[in-house]
């Protein structure tokens, strides 16, 4: 049984960075792309940035461009999201989600993501 299991999130100010991580299980990691996508109140949920296969390949939306930062390591099964220069706008539950594929490329539609983590909390407030 596939799964994903997130780790970090929290408060932090204005400026701030966090780290959110993805471990996955059940399956081997190298031949999934990996997503990060985000849910605030009342919107719909929205991808944020993805990872190929590989690592070779990355993905980011335009709001999180320049500050984001997606990695990946295959031999512990993680993927990560280095987050910095946060913005409260940037307040939402995030999830990881796993999209099985047969090429190195990844994608930021919600809909080729079959598998998806818990989701956490991160609030960029002061």
């Known amino acids: 049984q596939l799964e994903l299991v997130q780790s970090g999130g929290g408060l932090v100010q204005p400026g701030g960075s966090l780290r959110l991580s993805c471990a996955a299980s059940?399956?081997?990691?190298?031949?999934?792309?990996i997503g990060w996508f985000r849910q605030a109140p009342g919107k719909e949920r929205e991808g944020v940035s993805c990872?190929?296969?590989?690592?070779?390949?990355?993905g980011y939306a335009d709001s999180v461009r320049g500050r984001f930062t997606i990695s990946r390591d295959n031999a512990k099964n993680m993927v990560y999201l280095q987050m910095n220069s946060l913005k409260p706008e940037d307040t939402a539950v995030y999830y990881c989600?796993?999209?099985?594929?047969?090429?190195?490329?990844?994608?930021?539609?919600?809909?080729?993501?079959?598998?998806w983590g818990q989701g956490t909390q991160v609030t960029v407030s002061s």
């Open positions: 989600a796993a999209d099985r594929r047969s090429n190195d490329y990844c994608s930021l539609l919600r809909s080729m993501f079959d598998y």
């Open positions: 059940g399956f081997t990691s190298d031949y999934y792309a």
């Open positions: 990872i190929s296969p590989s690592g070779g390949r990355s």
